[in-house]
């Protein structure tokens, strides 16, 4: 029997969007456990959150319907194992839990694989963009740090031993300052490489 949403009542309607398996007295006994199991399957949540559920209205004397609500996960289910759904959980870096049957599992995977692909390869991009900017950052605060002990070493109020102690430190950043720009271009040379991995494989994609 196919799921007749026109007949869904407010308040189920309002639990398909919450997506939570806490429930309130008043939405469990209200509760339409097909509406609710095609929106976990179609969202692809694993069958433990059908029990999740039933602890939550066993609280208040509800029974959950396991079969009606196997009824809808089945339906939902359906629309969560595709090709096109399983490219965009694996793009956007979602955990697949194996919830799809085994008719269904085969292309949703073929799809989850060339988004994982997409996935991991712009994260490689971006982990190396932020460990650029944190050198740049290091970089720019060592320049600070060398202006303001040059300042203080021209000034008449430092000591001699504070004058040694500050050119050693200024020697010790700007050595720092070097290894930082030999590392940042290191790592420029590795973005170039990466992009235009991402890019490949973006541009290779059978998926929109």
């Given at each position: 029997m196919k799921l007749r949403f026109g007949t869904l009542s407010l308040?189920?309607?309002?639990?398909l969007s919450a997506g939570c398996a806490t429930m309130s007295e008043d939405e469990c006994h209200m509760a339409d456990w097909q509406a609710l199991g095609y929106e976990d399957?179609?969202?692809?949540?694993e069958l433990s959150y059908m029990g999740k559920r039933r602890e939550s209205c066993a609280k208040y004397g509800v029974q959950l319907n396991a079969s009606t609500y196997r009824i809808g996960r089945d339906e939902g289910l359906e629309l969560f194992c595709t090709e096109l759904r399983g490219f965009s959980e694996g793009r956007s870096g979602e955990n697949y839990a194996g919830v799809c049957p085994a008719g269904l599992e085969g292309l949703f995977l073929k799809g989850y694989g060339t988004g994982r692909d997409l996935f991991v390869a712009k994260s490689a991009v971006e982990e190396i963009e932020a460990a650029i900017h944190d050198r740049e950052l290091e970089r720019e605060h060592l320049l600070d740090d060398m202006t303001e002990l040059g300042a203080l070493l021209v000034g008449d109020e430092a000591t001699r031993d504070e004058r040694v102690t500050m050119l050693a430190d200024i020697a010790r950043f700007k050595v720092r300052h070097t290894e930082l720009e030999l590392e940042i271009d290191d790592l420029r040379f590795e973005l170039t490489q990466?992009?235009?991995?991402?890019?490949?494989l973006l541009a290779s994609s059978p998926y929109p």
């Amino acid at each position: 029997m196919k799921l007749r949403f026109g007949t869904l009542s407010l308040i189920t309607l309002i639990l398909l969007s919450a997506g939570c398996a806490t429930m309130s007295e008043d939405e469990c006994h209200m509760a339409d456990w097909q509406a609710l199991g095609y929106e976990d399957g179609a969202e692809g949540r694993e069958l433990s959150y059908m029990g999740k559920r039933r602890e939550s209205c066993a609280k208040y004397g509800v029974q959950l319907n396991a079969s009606t609500y196997r009824i809808g996960r089945d339906e939902g289910l359906e629309l969560f194992c595709t090709e096109l759904r399983g490219f965009s959980e694996g793009r956007s870096g979602e955990n697949y839990a194996g919830v799809c049957p085994a008719g269904l599992e085969g292309l949703f995977l073929k799809g989850y694989g060339t988004g994982r692909d997409l996935f991991v390869a712009k994260s490689a991009v971006e982990e190396i963009e932020a460990a650029i900017h944190d050198r740049e950052l290091e970089r720019e605060h060592l320049l600070d740090d060398m202006t303001e002990l040059g300042a203080l070493l021209v000034g008449d109020e430092a000591t001699r031993d504070e004058r040694v102690t500050m050119l050693a430190d200024i020697a010790r950043f700007k050595v720092r300052h070097t290894e930082l720009e030999l590392e940042i271009d290191d790592l420029r040379f590795e973005l170039t490489q990466r992009r235009m991995e991402y890019q490949h494989l973006l541009a290779s994609s059978p998926y929109p």
